[in-house]
Nanobody, 126 residues
Framework: QVQLVESGGGSVQAGGSLRLSCAGV????????VAWFRQAPGKEREAVASIDKDHRAHVADSVKGRFTISRDNAKNSLYLQMNSLKPEDTAMYYC????????????????????WGQGTQVTVSS
């Protein structure tokens, strides 16, 4: 059974940093388009960043310059380095995939992904 397992969330003050991890279980996460989404209470799920088989990345404008997506092929893991965190970054963060090699223009569409992790909570206080 394919699984994605996130970790690394927590509570931090504004201006701080966190690094989220997403490990693939029974799935070679390095071969496919994988993405980070987030969802705050009462809000729609929002795309944060994606990276594809060829390491091409997309990053949402709201986090550009602060968040970096990367992948470690040896560890079969996806990462999201989050710097200069703001209270508005508070949300549950999910990694997702759907078996596409390349993310393409639809990288930020939640319904394009069919496999999701359980999420990891990020809370940023002012």
């Amino acid at each position: 059974q394919v699984q994605l397992v996130e970790s690394g969330g927590g509570s931090v003050q504004a201006g701080g940093s966190l690094r989220l991890s997403c490990a693939g279980v029974n799935y070679d996460i390095t071969e496919y388009c994988v993405a980070w989404f987030r969802q705050a209470p009462g809000k729609e799920r929002e795309a944060v960043a994606s990276i594809d088989k060829d390491h091409r990345a997309h990053v949402a404008d709201s986090v550009k310059g602060r968040f970096t997506i990367s992948r470690d092929n040896a560890k079969n893991s996806l990462y999201l380095q989050m710097n200069s965190l703001k209270p508005e970054d508070t949300a549950m963060y999910y990694c997702a995939t759907d078996g596409r090699y390349w993310c393409g223009g639809g990288w930020n569409a939640a319904d394009a992904y069919d496999t999701w992790g359980q999420g990891t909570q990020v809370t940023v206080s002012s």
